[in-house]
């Protein structure tokens, strides 16, 4: 994977449907330290659709013994299945992502820990 290249290609939708369910692309942007300056910065993106109230449940019941795992499992379950086995060699080089997609992904569907904040 080259590690400063975008995972999708700009020309790419924010956008998908398929098979009937909505696909929303996601980016992170970040700078990756460990690679040399001129190609530090990290430009990451796939598409997910929103989670269902089942894959929510899942990952309450699992994330309190292993959070990273359920993380990355609830991202295999809702990315756009075309990007499945690009995500999953994504996480093997930034394993850290998985928290960051997630958060953004349960936030869609109504959690966060900043209610009243």
Request: glycine share 6%; hydrophobic share 35%; no cysteine.
């Amino acid at each position: 994977m080259t590690k400063n290249a975008e995972t999708t290609t700009t020309t790419e939708p924010a956008v998908i449907t398929h098979e009937g369910r909505k696909f929303v692309r996601f980016t992170h942007t970040f700078n990756d330290h460990f690679l040399p300056e001129e190609e530090s910065d990290a430009s990451i993106s796939f598409h997910f659709s929103k989670p269902t109230e089942p894959q929510i449940k899942r990952l309450q019941n699992t994330a309190g013994k292993d959070a990273s795992g359920a993380a990355r499992n609830l991202l295999i379950s809702t990315i756009l299945p075309e990007q499945r086995e690009k995500l999953k060699a994504t996480l093997e080089d930034y394993p850290g992502l998985a928290t960051t997609f997630s958060t953004a992904l349960i936030k869609s569907a109504g959690i966060s820990a900043e209610l009243g904040n």
